[in-house]
């Protein structure tokens, strides 16, 4: 009796071993089956990041900082922490938007601020100054034009307005503030 049942143990040990190396021959070869994409794959890191882009007179146009900036090649985005852009015009005031994250999209220059973003224009005389605040703004630069479609608050000197969104040509100076608009004037 005690024969027969180690001849079955030893025949089970067997099965498993058998069983353990078809499982572990298919699980080798299981990536191979599968289609091998490239994925949402981190191409390179850039920790403090600061460009300027010049005009052809060779004064700058526009500087855009980042505390870490991380490219995705799948769809060609680079990703901001902490993004400071800066827009210098002459005749105009200078405008800065900072947020907690940015995304810029390479192949269309576009920006795009996210959480607690602000805007402000400096103007040589204080008293034309504002800020801004919202949660989300798309900016194109090269069009002079930004958008938001997130609640936004303007805070001027005497003035406090709020809307549901906004668009804005920096190059025309018009904004259209849309939904529920306030306007406070103190």
């Not at 146009?61 to 902490?82: F, G, K, R, V």
């Not at 015009?89 to 994250?101: G, H, L, S």
């Amino acid at each position: 009796m005690k024969d027969r049942s180690a001849s079955w143990m030893t025949l089970g040990l067997v099965f498993l071993l058998a069983l353990s190396t078809f499982w572990l021959d298919y699980a080798v070869k299981l990536p191979q089956l599968r289609p091998v994409s490239k994925g949402h794959n981190i191409d390179f890191i850039i920790d403090g990041l600061h460009a300027t882009s010049f005009s052809a007179q060779g004064k700058p146009e526009s500087t855009l900082s980042a505390q870490t900036m991380i490219h995705y090649p799948d769809d060609n985005t680079l990703w901001m922490t902490a993004p400071d852009f800066t827009q210098i015009k002459q005749n105009k005031p200078t405008m800065t938007i900072t947020a907690k994250r940015g995304k810029l999209l390479n192949n269309t220059r576009q920006i795009y601020f996210m959480d607690r973003v602000k805007i402000q224009a400096i103007y040589t005389n204080t008293e034309k100054n504002w800020v801004a605040t919202t949660q989300f703004l798309h900016v194109d630069p090269h069009q002079d034009y930004a958008d938001t479609d997130q609640p936004i608050q303007i805070k001027g000197q005497n003035t406090l307005i709020t809307a549901g969104g906004m668009n804005i040509n920096t190059r025309t100076r018009i904004a259209h503030l849309l939904q529920h608009v306030q306007v406070t004037y103190h």
